[in-house]
């Protein structure tokens, strides 16, 4: 057998059984037939015998039932005054009689069925004829005694002896004796048939012996090659599976064996990514970088034996399976590879790691992500590290790395700040600029990097237009424009000349289907080339940086428009509360400058400003009988006023796009610091601070407005009246902000000591 021989797909195992008959001779197959027909046959008598036993019960049944009716006819004609209990007994008689009647019909029938039928009727030359004869006497039988019985009930006894003596005892004595003849053949014949199975039964345990004999010898000489085959397929799908360069195993066979390794138990995952490959590759060729990679693969199969694995994932990628090993003990590992690796005078480490420990199974490229990021921060200390030593060292960055980075900032500043300096480091340029687009001109705003202040005095805040030196050619083309030798251009700026400018690329910026900027990269004293590479990076960072001021134009436009309907939805609660014309408005704007004044940011003022202006959402719940009645509410007509914040906070949690802390200011900017507010008693901090700062703005500007119920206050008494419940209905920090940020005027009396009854909720 080879393996050639082998269906794909198929194991070698489950093909031995195949190989040893297929290739057998011819007497062996004989030997197997035989032993499958003996086998057969031996079934085939052990039913006929089984038939044959069953057909003597039947026989012995159907004797002693003709025997009880026949006493019972007996009993019948020889005395007189036959009870009911009698003619009872008759019938159950008969009914046996009957069913016994039937099932020699079925035995009948069986007999001429079937192959086990036609080898008993071929071995004993018998025919179904017996069991037909007895089966017609005992119908007769039945008849008879019928026809007696009833002459009986009828009273005519003489009768009924004429026909006893006449036909039923004949028949009587011919069904006796036709079934005692029935059984004596049957009883032979089932005799023969045990004997015949016990012979093949003898047969077919011979043949088997014989057969399982030679086939156990020929399986042994297939066992031994199906080990050689899987030794083959074992060799040629590790060559599949192996690196090439290092031997270790390779990106496919991981996936095979971390699967493998995942279902017996936990593992760890130790991913390295080297440091100085490229280094190497570049001073010594890729001969040397070679050898490097075969030093850290037999380093890596030193430190991991024998608790695993270690793969070549790719380039200068490498990965380590630690079955049973935890985090811990696998960054120990690590570290043990890291001190063998170590060449003299390096200060950056041989490679950076990562580790991710599987408790159960799970995919290798979720497992992977979570080692990578990790082995991504490991390398970032590395280099902070390596800048730490190095005075004025600058940490590298790859152009991955650099990528990455780029996709998650978000606002124009950060491009601006952290993105260029990103493009400085991985480009290795000296400073970075940006121009904004003023008019038809574009000044210079930003120089940021290594730049003495002689040169930023010569070149920040200078104006440019179409023509004036590289810049000039960016905004009149359009597009990208660099010098790798700046000084030697014929459209060379005197300013830049005199800095020491030999470098540059500047890559316009375009958002709202214009031209409204420029970045640029500038090189001093010393000669960069201005790569393909370099201009794609830069013009990627001023798509982003495009990309961002257009993104916060659409957000302002969103926020405007989502305020301006919020505001507008809470002119129109205004209006079915009475409130004072504008009180919707001054409170939003009141508390946004509050909010400022206490350090929110951006966001969380939107929230507030959503929150003030749908404040009294919750009001629309309010019969009009309550929330317009003229004069004090009673208790009844309290509970369902007091009950409009929490309704609010249902009615604003269903609409979509509303922050948590606009939902909390509707919900809780009735509650107080001392906790004796509503709906849900909160006290002190646990209030949200969104609440407790438009719950000062609230009530000031409804002491200092009229109501139908109410006068407008004085400014001086709102805010004495706001002092007074600082620490019990107000927060005391959110007061004195307050204070600090309206300015009070001349003091003026009023007594405000009644102000609390006069009161009711607005927002």
Sequence with gaps: MTSTDVPPGRPAWASLAWFSVRGSPVWVSGLLLLSVLSVLLCSVAIRSADHQQNTLLLLADTTAGASRHDALEWEAVSRDGLTADFWLRVDASRTDLIEQHAALGVAQVTDTRGVSSWIHARLHHVSTHDLSQVADLLRAYIRATDH??????????????ALDETTVDPLADQLERAMTQVRTVREHEAHGTLMLAAVLIGVALLSSLVTASVLARRLRVQVRAARLLEEQRQLEREQDERDSLTGLWNRRALHRLYARWTAQGALSVLVLDLNRLKAINDSGGHAAGDAHLRRVALTLLDVCHPHGLAARWGGDEFVLLLPGLDAGSAQLLAERASAQLEAPGDLMPPFAYGVAHVPEATSLERVLALADALMYEHKEVQRQEVARLVPGGRVGVTVEEFTSRLEQLERPQDVLTEGLSLARAVLDFHASVYLERVGDEFILRRLDGDVTLDVRSLLEGRAYREGDGVTGQAIAQSAARWSNDYPAEPFALEPWVQSGLKSVVMVPVRYGGRMMGMVGLLQFNSWRVVTPQARRLLEALASRLGHSHERVHAVESVRSALQGGLLALGVALEERDLETAGHTGRVVTLAEHLGMQLGMNDSTLDALRQGASLHDIGKLVIPDAILLKPGPLSQGEWAVMRNHAERGYEIAHR????????????????????????????????????ARIFAVCDVYDALTHVRPYKDAWTHDAAVAEIRAKSGTHFDPAVVEAFLALVTPPAPEARDVATAETHHRPTG
Excluded at 149 to 160: E, K, M, N, Y
């Design 655 to 690: 609409l979509s796009g509303l922050m948590p802390t606009t939902l909390e200011v509707i919900r809780s900017h009735h509650e107080r610091w001392d906790g004796s507010g509503y709906p849900d008693g909160l006290r002190g901090t646990a209030i949200p601070l969104a």
């Design 148 to 161: 007696e019985f009833v002459l009986l009930r009828d009273g005519d006894r003489t009768a009924a002896l």
